[in-house]
């Protein structure tokens, strides 16, 4: 096989230092990553008022069906990205590995083509997000009262959705020149302000209207912001212009269409869940089902948040050349995934009846099957992410899409005809089943052909992988048994800290190589 840098035209110094930066000032990805971690934490935070917090208020002053309903159909918003041809993750990718290179020129002509087709692109999805408005009540067959009031609140917030990818792509570009500050801030601040919007137009009886405008104040914010900041970088600091190339596109649609088609069945995955389990059980069923993987999901995202912060600087790694780093980090991003989410889950299968219970009431509890299958799910789904993130780093996009694919068929051969025969717990079971075989297995194997990882590398993830997930057994067993009764807020958040307390201590006295990546902050000697 060949070197895959070369394919993508990146600097390889055969001595092991990193080249001098040839555009722009010095760089430090350390810096960056921290930066950029920090921001998604905080953005993470504010997840969680959105997904918590303020549900509560939407179910209060919404009404349970009509929130139910955007529940089943809102989740068809995020699809809408999947319709961005893969150019977001694309560019990103390229701008950094450009920019570690040293190469002024393609650099110039990468984002001047890539930004210029992200525009067009946003103009036709606006006009696809009205058709989907228009099929949502249809599908869930909604009254005309509650479908006309979901077509309007779903065109809204499409607007406001499809607009912030046009944002999204400049702050990526920006995070891919290692100067993640300046749209991090504007991210945490324009959600805050969608957050108060929100809230405010709930309380006045807005009902889905609210948590539509509110995609709309964040994206007018963040494009007013992120494209001043992009402007001082690109022109100022790096001194550079944008120009558009019929070649350099070609070139970028191929990368593209490739992490396109990866997006859609990544959709195809886990995004149309709801929409299924609405249409065939009912959207109370998928209302349920939603909100009893909520907490999971939460974790998940949580430890993806450090993942995704750390991409445009590996990728700037592999520009440079630095292979053995790049080794030595992908090694410890496997563990790190393993542990965080083990520790995670456990709390999460411990006390989820609970929670659900506390937050919203019993009856949205979709059981423990549910539940537990779901968990074991997003332990596997960590574990793959650490090879899909590090394959997404080296740019092998046509790899990961040939995977992903694969996955995402078999995934739905098998949680079809068992929603319909078994009810939903089938769902998280047949996503294991798939997960394992196409993600952890396939993909992972390889991520390993290409780096090389020395043998005794290998070992250490799969057992690690391994002990953590038996770690999330052995503690939440227990509690599962027992079901205790937990009365308020303040006793749940004392159950869930002892949880996840016993759980780390767990992990760090079974893996002393966690232990030493503790004590060495996360760097391999």
């Known amino acids: 096989m060949s070197d895959p840098q070369s394919a993508l035209g990146a600097s390889v110094d055969e001595s092991g230092a990193p080249p001098a930066p040839a555009i722009g000032r010095a760089v430090s990805r350390r810096r960056a990553t921290l930066w950029n971690g920090s921001f998604r934490f905080i953005e993470f935070s504010l997840m969680l008022v959105r997904n918590f917090v303020l549900v509560k208020f939407f179910v209060d002053f919404i009404g349970g069906h009509e929130y139910a309903a955007w529940l089943a159909s809102g989740q068809m918003l995020g699809q809408l990205t999947a319709l961005d041809f893969g150019l977001l993750g694309a560019l990103q990718q390229q701008a950094a590995v450009a920019y570690g290179a040293g190469n002024r020129e393609r650099l110039a002509v990468l984002v001047g083509t890539g930004l210029s087709a992200v525009l067009m692109l946003c103009l036709l999805l606006v006009a696809v997000g009205g058709v989907l408005a228009l099929l949502m009540p249809v599908l869930l067959q909604l009254n005309p009262g509650v479908g006309g009031t979901l077509t309007a609140a779903f065109f809204v917030a499409s607007i406001g959705v499809v607009g912030q990818l ?4 400049t702050g990526g570009v920006l995070n891919a020149l290692q100067r993640p500050v300046v749209a991090g801030i504007s991210r945490c601040a324009s959600e805050a302000a969608s957050l108060t919007v929100t809230l405010v137009l709930v309380l006045n009886g807005s009902g889905l209207y609210a948590i539509a405008l509110g995609f709309i104040t964040r994206f007018v914010i963040d494009a007013i912001v992120v494209a001043l900041a992009f402007r001082h970088v690109w022109t100022v600091e790096l001194g550079l212009g944008l120009r558009f190339s019929r070649r350099e596109l070609a070139s970028l649609f191929t990368l ?52 995704g912060a750390a991409l445009p600087s590996m990728a700037h790694l592999f520009g440079e050349g630095l292979l053995d780093r790049f080794r030595q ?5 496997f563990r790190v995934n393993a542990v965080v989410g083990a520790v995670g889950m456990a709390g999460v299968v411990a006390l989820n009846e609970q929670f659900v219970t506390l937050w919203v009431g019993r009856e949205w509890f979709a059981g423990h099957a549910v539940s537990i299958l779901y ?31 694969v996955e995402a068929v078999l995934r739905l051969a098998l949680i079809v005809p068992g929603m319909l025969l078994l009810g939903a717990w089938t769902v998280p079971a047949g996503s294991c089943v798939s997960q394992f075989l196409a993600m952890n297995w396939w993909l992972t194997a390889a991520l390993w052909r290409t780096l090389q990882p020395a043998p005794r590398q290998r070992r250490a993830v799969v057992s690690g992988a391994v002990r953590h997930a038996l770690v999330a057994a052995v503690v939440a067993a227990p509690l599962l048994i027992v079901r205790p009764q937990i009365a308020g807020w303040t006793a749940f958040a004392t159950w869930a800290t002892g949880v996840a307390l016993a759980a780390g201590a767990l992990s760090a006295l079974i893996d002393p190589e966690l232990r030493r990546m503790v004590r060495t902050r996360g760097l391999y000697q």
Do not use: K
């Open 166 to 169: 046009a944002v999204f792509a």
């Open 375 to 405: 968990a074991l799910w997003a332990l596997l789904s960590l574990v793959g992410a650490a090879a899909y993130d590090q394959m997404y780093s080296l740019g092998e996009f046509g790899r990961i899409c040939r995977v992903v694919w």
């Open 329 to 333: 980090l992908g090694a410890a991003w």
């Open 256 to 307: 593209s269409g490739l992490q396109f088609l990866t997006q859609v069945a990544g959709r195809l995955r886990n995004g149309l869940d709801p929409l299924l389990i609405g249409a065939l059980l009912g959207v109370e069923a998928s209302g349920a089902y939603v909100l009893t993987t909520r907490a999971h999901e939460t974790v998940r995202l949580l430890v993806l948040q450090g993942a």
